[in-house]
């Protein structure tokens, strides 16, 4: 199956290099792979470039967005540059973050879950993280979840889905209007993808109420916005977080934003959350 990967990459001089390592390294190469220089002022571009000279399939663009680190829209952004460079000729669209080390054998396990199941729409693996010098889970999501760095798509998946939506909270949203379009989403827990840099690591002070405004967007409603923040929170360790979130969804509401998602994607959604939680709870 061919395939094209797009990396957004904004002063990733620490980890690119890394990165691009492992792509070139894989049991099976992508057809392509454009790496957006989103406004990097370090040596992010040079070093592109040393892997383009001797790898044509790699290739870059430049792309001058604001410089605030804004969680979603930001790197959809880029996202979408990078997907201007790029012809309509491949069965998956790949959208990986500059900060990983894949195992050499990603693409050829997540192609297989593809290839299995032609319900398939979205498919990947598990993130890792460095913590006293092991890598454990990054347990800010469950493992049967693909998470926003290592995302796989089916080409008729991504234009069911209306591709990446231009917000916080794209990475949960796609998932679902996946489900609701009937693609079903697997994960490889075998595949322990290096995540060099933790999530939410560079976010600033005015993120903070971001994923409030995600479950708003997504047409949550309050009870489950609650619900699903009190499980972050908790995952996080962070009451705060809790907080946050909330008053970022009421935020959202007071300024009337614009939902993701339509009222009849939002129910499916709701249904889908609301049965999930049921479920782990033993109720039928």
Request: hydrophobic letters at 40%; charged letters at 30%; aromatic letters at 14%.
């Amino acid at each position: 199956m061919d395939f094209y990967i797009i990396i957004p990459a904004h002063n990733e001089e620490a980890y690119i290099g890394k990165m691009l390592q492992s792509i070139v390294e894989q049991t099976i190469l992508p057809k392509k792979v454009v790496v957006v220089n989103d406004a990097s002022t370090d040596d992010t571009q040079k070093i592109v470039d040393q892997f383009s000279k001797q790898y044509p399939f790699i290739q870059s663009v430049f792309h001058n967005s604001e410089a605030l680190h804004e969680p979603g829209s930001k790197v959809v952004n880029a996202f979408y540059k990078g997907l201007e460079m790029l012809d309509s000729d491949f069965e998956l669209i790949g959208k990986f973050d500059a900060d990983l080390i894949l195992p050499k054998d990603y693409f050829q396990k997540t192609i297989q879950l593809f290839k299995a199941d032609n319900n398939v729409g979205l498919a990947g693996g598990n993130l890792y993280i460095e913590n006293d010098g092991e890598w454990k889970f990054e347990a800010i999501s469950e493992k049967t979840k693909v998470r926003g760095p290592i995302k796989l798509y089916r080409k008729k998946c991504f234009e069911d889905i209306g591709g990446l939506k231009k917000s916080i909270g794209w990475d949960s949203v796609d998932g679902l209007l996946a489900e609701y379009h009937g693609w079903t989403i697997k994960t490889d827990t075998s595949l322990k993808v290096k995540h060099l840099k933790p999530t939410g690591k560079v976010y600033t002070e005015a993120s903070k109420y971001r994923q409030g405004e995600a479950f708003y967007k997504m047409r949550y409603g309050f009870w489950l916005t609650f619900i699903a923040s009190a499980k972050l929170a908790s995952k996080k360790n962070s009451f705060s977080f809790l907080i946050n979130t909330i008053k970022g969804f009421y935020i959202a509401k007071r300024e009337n934003l614009e939902y993701m998602v339509s009222e009849k994607e939002g129910k499916f959604i709701r249904d889908l959350r609301w049965k999930n939680i049921f479920r782990k709870i033993g109720v039928r």
